[in-house]
């Protein structure tokens, strides 16, 4: 989502109301006073805060009511349930945020969509009563214009600065998809969406559970560093049908299919056979075509209905003087084929022929080149898309640990014999490129606030492992029962896990505590192959706010160490706020630091900084990860009320 930058004009509309009722010693005097702030916009949409003052009796429970008359319809919020039929909306506290006191204020947020005009609304009701409405004073509101930024002429890399590795990326429409690894995380390989290519949204899972063996349940095993690797995604047009396929665990081939990318996934075949780091063609006479391979370059073609292997054949060996070619993406341009491939972790190369089969040549693409990410590699692997306007672009990742591999953009060009050439500015992968020509449409921010509503996690989550479904549910807030008995985190089921937005960004989680036992662990960690967290640990009845480090897996992924405890300090209440500060700019010596609070508002730090490990072979970059589990029996839970992703 693109917001309003810093000085831009912002939309305040204030309505100040006492809003006092007739009463009696034994009614309550309810009164309000409202803020309501765009605080961007954008073509098509706008984001609001929502701040109410309680300038009445105190309060247990509200509800803010108010008429859009321009046809605004509001989508995700925090901090409230938001209902709206036609223009009438209705905010109602979430759990955690009912009681107002006399003179307490309480904020909330949303996303909404409009239309050419986008009017503010003209009077708010509380709990039933108007602010400014008979009885109270009258209502002032002080309106500034709101403008609304154009889209800049430039965008600059990495366009999304989180861990979204192996990248296949194609158009169909005017939008625009993205799949990714995700090795042991479940749901597995996340597509994401954009209708710029430079602003992306989570759009859903093409692997709804790693139905592949009991290790990926963490049970008898682990599958720690295996899962999702570079797999494929294409549309089929004949059946308006998006098919994903990936080798799992080095043996067999798995495909899935969905009519829509946010549409529940399913399995359509297993091929007994590794099509590995594959990429998918459809062809123009609608034939699916699979190139894969290591170093050993093969195409397979499909049956019609997508489940089997009807040929397969070499089609390239590559030359010792290249080394290793693989993460292959299959293109046809101008009656041409062309296998995309990657020399890890330095270059790129393309294959070209006349047929599927080929023969093919070779041309490097780049190699060695200067990267856009201060610290990080060299941009390669990834795949190339066509816009609707023709325009070529090519979406590649940068080795940025301890953040893990990000997806930068650069335009492609052709030469007249139809090879690809990457722009590039003084000679390296641009920083700042042209914005590509396309509309930009509102996507969900990838950082924010969410209250867990509704009764399922949104796509932005995915779990260590797949998860006890028994042992968690989604009912405007998240709740979180213990699901394994251990002193090991690597082997507690059910851990939550978030992408670090880079360079640098703060987690903050509201965890209630109440429903807790003896021997139980929760907390927000920085969760990697060397770990930490801050947390709660409960015991002989009491609840201490601990900082653990010293998490560690050696390079199998077997635990060789399960935390020792730096710091600790009492702990009364049953809720708590914990946050992680993750600096993930590529390059030794980044840090995460630790804090928490029993107010929401002032934060306390806790422990020692933690370093954060920036080697590769762990693959995955770092996540925030919240968890909770048992040390001695199973039977206690805890609610996350919130969670909040912020940058600087």
């Not at 979430?94 to 107002?100: F, M, R």
């Not at 990326?169 to 994401?192: E, K």
């Not at 509704?454 to 995915?462: D, F, N, R, S, V």
């Amino acid at each position: 989502m693109r917001w309003v930058p810093a000085g831009a004009a912002l939309s305040a509309l204030v309505l100040v109301a006492a809003g006092v009722a007739a009463s009696t010693t034994a009614q309550a005097a309810p009164g309000c006073s409202v803020t309501y702030t765009k605080t961007s916009e954008w073509q098509g949409g706008f984001g609001a805060s929502v701040s109410i003052t309680n300038t009445g009796d105190a309060i247990t429970g509200w509800t803010l009511e108010w008429t859009y008359a321009s046809g605004q319809q509001v989508g995700q919020h925090w901090n409230a349930v938001i209902t709206q039929s036609g223009g009438q909306v209705s905010a109602r506290n979430a759990p955690y945020n009912g009681s107002v006191p006399t003179g307490g204020k309480v904020e909330f947020g949303f996303n909404a969509t409009a239309g050419s005009t986008n009017t503010d609304p003209v009077s708010f009701r509380l709990n039933g009563t108007t602010c400014g409405g008979t009885g109270g004073p009258t209502t002032t509101t002080t309106t500034t214009t709101t403008t609304t930024t154009p889209a800049p002429a430039s965008f600059t890399n990495p366009v999304l600065w989180q861990d979204f590795a192996d990248i296949d990326i194609i158009r169909v429409g005017d939008a625009y998809y993205y799949s990714a690894s995700t090795m042991h995380y479940s749901p597995g390989a996340p597509v994401l969406r954009s209708y710029d290519l430079v602003n992306w949204e989570f759009a859903g899972h093409s692997v709804p559970r790693l139905d592949f063996g009991s290790k990926y349940d963490l049970n008898g095993g682990r599958g720690y560093v295996r899962g999702i690797w570079a797999s494929f995604l294409n549309h089929r047009k004949s059946n308006n049908t998006f098919y994903w396929g990936g080798c799992v665990d080095f043996a067999q081939t798995h495909i899935y299919t969905a009519t829509s990318v946010d549409a529940q996934w399913s399995k359509l075949s297993t091929i007994n056979k590794c099509y590995y780091d594959a990429g998918m063609l459809v062809d123009d006479n609608d034939t699916m075509y699979v190139a894969y391979g290591n170093t050993t370059i093969s195409v397979a073609q499909l049956s019609a209905d997508g489940k089997s292997e009807v040929r397969s054949q070499q089609v390239f060996q590559t030359p010792s003087n290249i080394g290793t070619l693989e993460g292959a993406r299959f293109y046809k341009r101008n009656g041409s084929y062309y296998i995309w491939l990657t020399r890890p972790a330095n270059g790129q190369y393309v294959l070209k022929a006349s047929s599927p089969f080929g023969p093919y040549t070779v041309q490097q693409v780049l190699l060695d080149m200067r990267g856009p990410i201060q610290g990080g590699g060299v941009p390669h692997q990834g795949g190339m898309v066509q816009t609707q306007n023709g325009d070529w672009y090519y979406m590649a990742f940068v080795d940025a640990y301890p953040g893990g591999r990000v997806p930068v953009l650069a335009p492609i060009t052709w030469t007249a014999d139809g090879w690809p050439r990457v722009t590039t500015v003084n000679g390296a992968w641009g920083v700042n490129y042209p914005r590509p020509n396309l509309p930009t449409r509102p996507v969900k921010p990838m950082t924010g606030v969410d209250t867990f509503d509704g009764t399922a996690l949104k796509p932005q989550w995915e779990w260590n492992h797949n998860p006890d479904t028994t042992k968690y549910s989604v009912n405007n807030g998240l709740r979180l029962s213990t699901a394994t008995v251990t002193n090991d985190l690597y082997s507690a089921r059910n851990t939550l896990t978030h992408r670090v937005q880079g360079p640098t960004s703060t987690a903050t989680v509201t965890l209630d505590l109440a429903s807790m036992r003896d021997g139980d662990r929760t907390g927000l960690a920085m969760l990697r192959d060397s770990s930490a967290w801050i947390g709660v640990k409960r015991d002989n009845g009491r609840n201490r706010v601990v900082m653990v480090n010293g998490l560690t897996m050696d390079s199998s992924w077997n635990t060789t160490g399960t935390g020792t405890e730096v710091a600790s300090a009492a702990l009364s209440g049953t809720r708590i706020w914990l946050r992680a500060n993750a600096d993930i700019r590529p390059g030794s010596g980044r840090q995460a630091r630790f804090s928490y609070s029993t107010d929401g508002v002032n934060f306390t730090p806790l422990g020692t900084g933690f370093t954060l490990k920036n080697e590769w072979q762990f693959f995955m970059g770092y996540r925030f990860g919240i968890f909770n589990h048992a040390t001695q029996a199973l039977g206690g839970s805890v609610a996350v009320q919130r969670f909040e992703l912020t940058t600087p």
